[in-house]
């Protein structure tokens, strides 16, 4: 982030920059308020820019929610919902019992060629 690539300068020491000419970028403060410390971090964003829902809290480093008044914004998960595992996705198909049903159908259809007369099992055990 920006604190790191300002890290070893004086902050509010010299610039080379020159600041005629330049115009403000009218700028909102928004408050990030953190589930697991309880603080607020202040964060400033340009006016037109959409502040995310969530920041790290400066405190703690955990999730702080963005506040809008008395209350913390909604936060959308549907990005986080697409890192579900292979096995979430087929849980949401099946259910537990129809799986066990399913891997005895298999097993007993692999016991079956295992045991069974001219299967692959008997040809090479001869
Ligand atoms: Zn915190």
Known sequence: MADRSLRGIRLGAQSLQSEEGVVFEERTEHLYRCAE?????????????????????RTCGSEAVRRVGDTTVEVDRSSEKAARSHWD??????????????????????????????GDADRLSA
Not at 40 to 57: G, N, R, Y
Not at 94 to 105: G, S, V, W
């Open 37 to 57: 410390c309880g603080r607020d971090t202040k964060l400033m964003f340009a006016h037109d820019a959409e502040a995310p829902a969530t920041w790290e809290c």
């Open 89 to 118: 996705m087929l849980l949401e198909r099946r259910t537990i019992p129809e799986l066990d049903e399913l891997l005895e159908e298999r097993l007993a259809l692999l016991r079956s060629r295992r045991g069974g007369h001219g």
